[in-house]
């Protein structure tokens, strides 16, 4: 069975730093793409940042140059890490990644559970 599992979210002040992590468990073939997902309170569920087997990486405008998102594939893990916070970033955040169970089988996207980022003004 596959699992993302999620760590690192928190309370935090503005201006703060938090690093998630998410590592995905089971037995796998191959992993393309790894990113992070945030919903806040009445709001959709959007993309934060997302990084390709190929290496593509891709961060949401109001991120860039203050998240970073690196994966490692022998670990089977992505991390986001966030330094500027501010309220504005207060959401559930969601590791995702599209993954092959089986050589030749399709992509298929898993979620984590979600853990909570909270920016304190």
């Known amino acids: 069975q596959v699992q993302l599992v999620e760590s690192g979210g928190g309370l935090v002040q503005a201006g703060g730093s938090l690093t998630l992590s998410c590592v995905v468990s089971?037995?796998?073939?191959?992993?393309?793409?790894m990113g992070w997902y945030r919903q806040a309170p009445g709001k959709q569920r959007e993309l934060v940042a997302l990084?390709?087997?190929?290496?593509?990486?891709r961060y949401e405008d109001s991120v860039k140059g203050r998240f970073t998102i690196s994966r490692d594939n022998a670990k089977k893990t992505v991390s986001l890490q966030m330094n500027s916070l501010n309220p504005e970033d207060t959401a559930v955040y969601y590791c995702?990644?599209?993954?092959?169970?089986?050589?030749?089988?399709?992509?298929?996207?898993?979620w984590g559970q979600g853990t909570q980022v909270t920016v304190s003004s």
């Open positions: 995702s990644s599209s993954i092959q169970k089986y050589s030749g089988s399709t992509y298929d996207m898993y």
């Open positions: 089971g037995s796998i073939a191959t992993i393309n793409i």
């Open positions: 990084t390709t087997a190929g290496g593509t990486i």
